[in-house]
């Protein structure tokens, strides 16, 4: 029985060896592709973006982004306390007709817990970095630490609140 697991290997070993373009009498290797061509690279100055342009900013070009952290949502009536593992996972997000996903964790992050967003066609949406806790209220941020919108818990388990330019944003499962 050992015999013939050893003949077996060696054939084995044979076979291998013979497939093997290194061990082989005629190189059949691949010839290499051709270099692709590429266009040059323009250089200049760019143009300023038009902040009234269409689909600049969120629906309302004029809407300017307030001080959250100065101003801050009032607490509606009935707002529940919140734990940070509540929030914990994803979430689906929705503001000024822009509908996304959000994803909060703990890992710790620059003022506060590192959370991201998928699919938000927002700039101020898709720009969401962080999370934190501040009472019952919660506070999303971008990667710069400005407030993005601060939102309360609900009777539904979902959390309601507002952007820095004031439109309604929710929070949900």
């Known amino acids: 029985m050992m015999r013939a697991a050893k ?18 009498r005629s190189p059949n290797y ?56 509540d929030l914990l996972g994803g979430w689906k997000l929705t503001s000024a007709g822009d509908s996304c996903m959000a994803f909060m964790t703990l890992t710790t992050w620059s003022g506060g817990y ?27 941020k971008d990667g710069s630490g400005v407030i993005v919108a601060q939102l309360y818990s609900s009777a539904s388990g979902q959390f309601n609140g507002q952007t820095s330019t004031g439109q309604p944003i929710s929070l949900f499962r």
Not at 7 to 24: D, E, K, P, T, Y
């Open 7 to 24: 003949i077996g290997l060696v054939v084995g070993l044979v076979i291998l060896a013979a497939g093997c373009q290194r061990f082989s």
């Open 30 to 85: 691949a010839a290499p592709l051709p270099a692709t061509p590429t266009t040059p690279v323009d250089s200049g100055t760019l143009t300023p973006l038009d902040p009234n342009a269409p689909g600049a900013g969120l629906n309302d070009p004029s809407a300017q982004p307030s001080d959250l952290a100065s101003n801050p949502v009032a607490a509606p009536a009935g707002a529940k306390e919140v734990g940070r593992t």
């Open 114 to 140: 590192r959370a991201n967003t998928r699919g938000c066609n927002t700039p101020m949406l898709s720009g969401i970095s962080a999370w934190d806790l501040n009472g019952n209220q919660v506070v999303l």
